[in-house]
């Protein structure tokens, strides 16, 4: 018998849903200018593919998830440079990648001065299939 997919939103833990719920919506109200630029590219299958911004896979939030393709995009802020916070995004990256995501990392800066470049990278990323930025 086949194996049932696991989507993300299954994979969030039930004991921390509520109170990343409430998170995840709080950062939907309040959303960096990065975020804000991007999500009007990735919104509505604009570039052919369906995102969502804030969404909870296990104990944390993604900023963007395309679930079809098991692809997280972050953008990272300033205080993702301080080095307790470099450790945790490599923990979760890890986390994440080992359920089967892509994570692709932006800064805030990178959006901000270059969104088609962000944005391309993320279509080419889907469209060829790849699983590392080296192979871009």
Known sequence: ????PVYGYEMA???TYELLKD???ENRNKPTEGETILWEYLKSNRQGFHFRRQHIIGLFIADFVCLKHKLVVEIDGLYHQLPEQQTSDK???EWLEDKG???LRFTNEEVLANTETVVN???????K???TLKQL
């Open 13 to 15: 833990d039930p004991v």
């Open 121 to 127: 990278v993320i279509k080419t990323y889907i469209s």
């Open 129 to 131: 299939g790849i699983t």
């Open 23 to 25: 998170f995840a919506a």
């Open 101 to 103: 995501f892509k994570v």
């Open 91 to 93: 923990q979760r990256t």
């Open 1 to 4: 018998m086949a194996n049932k």
